[in-house]
């Protein structure tokens, strides 16, 4: 009996595997290189990608300083509501005020009561009196109070950056 040495040809495919062989280790490996350059990637992403480390961070807020109007505008003994502006404009007689809509025991939003001539916050029952003094319910002190000015063009402008005592109102 003759025996041949094969040489180096595999003749099946289970013997050898079609390309190469995988095992477990070299899957594993794989996969962890895999993890790591996908996390790689993302972290730099976010910080070279739009809006990343590069793109400037700002808010961008309509200004504190805005105009309401001419004083003609607001009806004698009046509360005028802007609620895109969150505040009240209060005149009484030629005196105006501006008064923040928030309320001072939980940042709810306070309504006005023609009836009863009074501001109410719906929620937890604060009162407060025309001048934004509190008097009633849970509310710590009185409404915010803005500056308020008549500009040389003849409009009102108030600016809710700035807030001045209670007694503070604008005569025109």
Not at 53 to 71: A, D, I, Q
Request: glycine fraction near 8%; include cysteine; hydrophobic fraction near 35%.
């Amino acid at each position: 009996m003759e025996t041949k040495k094969n040489d180096k040809g595999y003749t099946s495919e289970t013997e050898r595997g079609i390309w190469f062989t995988f095992s477990r280790r070299s899957f594993l490996t794989l996969a962890g290189w895999g993890l790591f350059f996908a996390t790689l990637g993302a972290y730099l992403s976010q910080i070279f990608g739009y809006k990343g480390f590069f793109y400037p961070k700002v808010l961008y807020e309509p200004s504190p300083r805005f105009s309401v109007g001419e004083p003609k505008a607001f009806l004698e003994n009046s509360v005028t509501t802007l609620k895109s502006r969150k505040i009240f404009v209060v005149r009484d007689g030629n005196s105006f005020k501006a008064l923040s809509v928030v309320c001072q025991h939980l940042g709810c939003a306070v309504e006005f009561s023609k009836e009863k001539n009074i501001f109410e916050c719906p929620c937890h029952g604060s009162k407060y009196y025309r001048n934004g003094v509190n008097f009633a319910g849970p509310a710590p002190r009185p409404l915010d109070h803005f500056e308020m000015i008549l500009e040389d063009t003849g409009k009102l402008v108030v600016d809710t950056s700035k807030k001045v005592p209670l007694e503070t109102e604008l005569i025109v």
